[in-house]
């Protein structure tokens, strides 16, 4: 094969391909600007299918605007015309009415100038008969007008106070009878003991040897036995007896059944002692709950909550006086149900009061608070009616009576506890104990007079201006009060107050 035709058989191919591809592209070029031009064309034609479709719809919410435009135009159009129709309707009311005024007007200036006529006339007859007596009597009719009054008035005040003299004797003694058969029918009807036990302080022994025993070796059985009980066991020359000393009735009441159950057994030592002592401390909390119990249960007082009945029982060892609290309490309070029934008062109030009145005694307290306030306390805490918290409150004069039920709690308290043998504390005990106080204050430097007052519970000192100033009063109270504190045994609280004020007096001669 020629030279020539070697090179130019790939110089052709190379041609001819170059041409293809060319072709290719140029086909390819026209092939994309046709579908460049139909996308175009396809756009513009969906653009103005949105355009008509937003302009549709823009003309129907025109529409319906203004048709609801309309329809909210003929509304206001025909509720004014309601309106108007309504006012034409007042108008012609009111202008009825007014015609109606105007002829009732017309009739009252009628009737007043007849009216007017007659006082006229009447005012000039009163004259002539007011100068004919003026004439007859002689006196004027301002002096015969102040007489004729003073003498009514006279008359009317002396008649009104025999009528209120009369009514206010009939009503004392009518009220002073009937309080009497209240009361004497309370009192029969109630039936206690005159006297109530008291809780022995004194333990028997088999005998003398005993002691010993109790003691244990280098006082180790006593000190154990004094250190979980809490008591002060005193072991002296008495034969045969051992004496128990504790302000806790409770405590010394669990010593003494201790102290009788180690005696019975024989073993007395630390260990015997303590698991007698947790013994003997289950059985008196039983004993508290039960007693407790058993006094609500014969009185019908119900829905009492398990504090308040272990307060209660707590009483069953607390003594005021000789006479055991929660016998007293159950006493008044079958003596307040009686009055409260009598009176028409609330009977189960009036019970549940009495009951309570003293159940501050029963409360665990640390504090110095009366048991009047510890009571208000618990009270409050179980939620008691108010007027069970005012009789708590006011059973001793302390607070203001708020209802009739605590008034009756109060006397049904002092009928236990004033009826004869019901406490130990003598006429003579208790008026020594009054002097004792106020003779205290007396010895104090620029006192003037001390009043023994509220049964001893309250110490009220009068002290001179010129020598006790307004310090020195508040000193003196505290002074006083110390002094009580250790000279004198008494039961709860003694109030003492320092009154301390000026009077001027001047005489306009």
């Given at each position: 094969m020629?030279?020539?035709?070697?090179?130019?058989?790939p110089?052709t191919?190379?041609v001819l391909?170059?041409?293809?591809?060319?072709?290719?592209?140029?086909?390819?070029?026209?092939?994309l600007?046709q579908?460049a031009?139909?996308?175009?064309?396809?756009?513009v034609?969906?653009?103005?299918?949105?355009?008509?479709?937003?302009?549709?719809?823009t003309?129907?919410q025109l529409l319906?605007e203004r048709?609801?435009?309309?329809r909210?135009?003929?509304?206001?159009?025909?509720?004014?015309?309601?309106?108007?129709?309504r006012?034409?309707?007042?108008?012609?009311?009111?202008?009825?009415?007014?015609?109606?005024?105007?002829?009732?007007?017309?009739?009252l200036?009628?009737r007043?100038?007849?009216l007017?006529e007659k006082?006229?006339y009447?005012?000039?007859q009163?004259e002539r008969?007011?100068?004919?007596l003026?004439?007859?009597s002689?006196?004027?009719?301002e002096?015969?007008?102040r007489l004729i009054?003073?003498?009514?008035?006279n008359?009317a005040?002396?008649?009104?106070?025999?009528?209120?003299?009369?009514?206010?004797q009939e009503?004392?003694?009518a009220?002073?009878?009937k309080?009497r058969e209240?009361?004497i029918?309370?009192?029969?009807?109630?039936?206690t003991?005159?006297t109530?036990?008291?809780?022995?302080t004194?333990v028997s022994?088999?005998n003398?040897?005993m002691?010993?025993?109790?003691i244990?070796?280098e006082g180790r059985?006593?000190?154990?036995?004094?250190?979980l009980?809490?008591v002060?066991i005193?072991?002296?020359?008495t034969?045969e007896a051992v004496?128990?000393?504790?302000?806790?009735?409770?405590?010394?009441?669990?010593?003494?059944?201790?102290?009788?159950?180690l005696?019975?057994d024989g073993?007395?030592?630390?260990a015997?002692?303590?698991?007698?002592?947790?013994?003997?401390t289950k059985?008196?909390t039983?004993?508290?709950y039960?007693?407790?119990?058993?006094v609500l249960?014969?009185?019908g007082?119900?829905?009492?909550?398990?504090?308040?009945?272990?307060?209660l029982?707590r009483?069953?060892?607390?003594?005021?006086?000789g006479q055991?609290?929660?016998?007293?309490s159950?006493?008044?309070?079958i003596?307040?149900?009686?009055?409260a029934?009598?009176?028409?008062a609330?009977?189960d109030?009036?019970k549940?009061?009495?009951?309570?009145?003293?159940?501050g005694?029963?409360v665990?307290?640390e504090?110095?608070?009366?048991h009047?306030?510890l009571?208000?306390?618990?009270?409050?805490?179980?939620?008691?009616?108010?007027r069970?918290?005012?009789?708590?409150?006011a059973?001793?004069?302390?607070?203001e009576f708020t209802?009739?039920?605590?008034?009756?709690?109060?006397?049904?308290d002092?009928i236990?506890?004033?009826?004869?043998?019901?406490?130990?504390e003598t006429?003579?005990?208790?008026i020594?104990?009054?002097e004792?106080?106020?003779?205290i204050?007396?010895?104090?430097e620029g006192?003037?007079?001390?009043?023994?007052i509220?049964?001893?519970r309250?110490?009220?000192?009068?002290?001179n201006?010129?020598?006790?100033s307004?310090e020195?009063?508040?000193e003196t109270?505290?002074q006083?009060?110390?002094k009580i504190?250790?000279?004198?045994?008494?039961?709860?609280?003694?109030k003492?107050?320092?009154?301390?004020?000026?009077?001027?007096?001047?005489?306009?001669?």
């Amino acid at each position: 094969m020629p030279y020539w035709l070697l090179v130019l058989l790939p110089l052709t191919g190379f041609v001819l391909g170059w041409i293809v591809r060319w072709l290719y592209a140029r086909f390819q070029l026209s092939s994309l600007e046709q579908k460049a031009e139909r996308i175009k064309q396809d756009a513009v034609k969906e653009a103005e299918a949105k355009k008509k479709e937003l302009i549709l719809e823009t003309r129907d919410q025109l529409l319906r605007e203004r048709t609801q435009q309309e329809r909210e135009i003929r509304e206001r159009r025909n509720e004014l015309q309601r309106f108007e129709r309504r006012l034409l309707q007042r108008e012609e009311t009111l202008e009825r009415k007014l015609a109606q005024v105007d002829k009732q007007a017309q009739t009252l200036l009628a009737r007043e100038r007849t009216l007017a006529e007659k006082e006229e006339y009447l005012g000039q007859q009163e004259e002539r008969w007011i100068k004919e007596l003026e004439r007859v009597s002689g006196l004027s009719a301002e002096e015969a007008k102040r007489l004729i009054i003073s003498t009514l008035e006279n008359e009317a005040r002396h008649d009104a106070q025999v009528i209120l003299n009369k009514i206010e004797q009939e009503m004392n003694l009518a009220a002073e009878k009937k309080a009497r058969e209240i009361l004497i029918a309370t009192m029969q009807r109630i039936a206690t003991d005159v006297t109530s036990e008291v809780t022995v302080t004194t333990v028997s022994l088999p005998n003398d040897e005993m002691k010993g025993r109790i003691i244990g070796r280098e006082g180790r059985n006593i000190r154990t036995l004094e250190t979980l009980t809490g008591v002060d066991i005193i072991i002296d020359d008495t034969p045969e007896a051992v004496v128990i000393s504790c302000f806790d009735p409770i405590r010394k009441e669990i010593a003494r059944r201790t102290l009788e159950k180690l005696i019975s057994d024989g073993r007395i030592h630390p260990a015997r002692i303590e698991e007698m002592v947790q013994k003997t401390t289950k059985e008196i909390t039983q004993i508290i709950y039960e007693e407790g119990e058993k006094v609500l249960f014969e009185l019908g007082i119900h829905n009492f909550p398990p504090e308040g009945i272990r307060a209660l029982g707590r009483l069953h060892f607390r003594t005021s006086y000789g006479q055991n609290v929660l016998a007293h309490s159950k006493e008044v309070a079958i003596l307040a149900g009686m009055l409260a029934g009598e009176l028409g008062a609330d009977r189960d109030i009036a019970k549940r009061g009495a009951l309570l009145h003293d159940i501050g005694k029963g409360v665990e307290s640390e504090g110095d608070s009366t048991h009047v306030e510890l009571g208000i306390e618990l009270a409050k805490k179980l939620g008691e009616d108010q007027r069970v918290i005012n009789a708590i409150a006011a059973h001793h004069g302390d607070s203001e009576f708020t209802c009739l039920e605590a008034v009756i709690v109060q006397i049904a308290d002092s009928i236990s506890a004033a009826r004869p043998g019901a406490r130990r504390e003598t006429l003579d005990t208790y008026i020594k104990r009054l002097e004792n106080l106020e003779k205290i204050a007396n010895d104090f430097e620029g006192v003037e007079k001390a009043y023994a007052i509220q049964a001893g519970r309250e110490l009220r000192i009068l002290v001179n201006t010129d020598r006790v100033s307004e310090e020195q009063a508040k000193e003196t109270a505290k002074q006083i009060a110390k002094k009580i504190e250790t000279d004198l045994r008494y039961p709860g609280r003694i109030k003492v107050t320092v009154i301390r004020e000026t009077r001027v007096v001047e005489y306009a001669r």
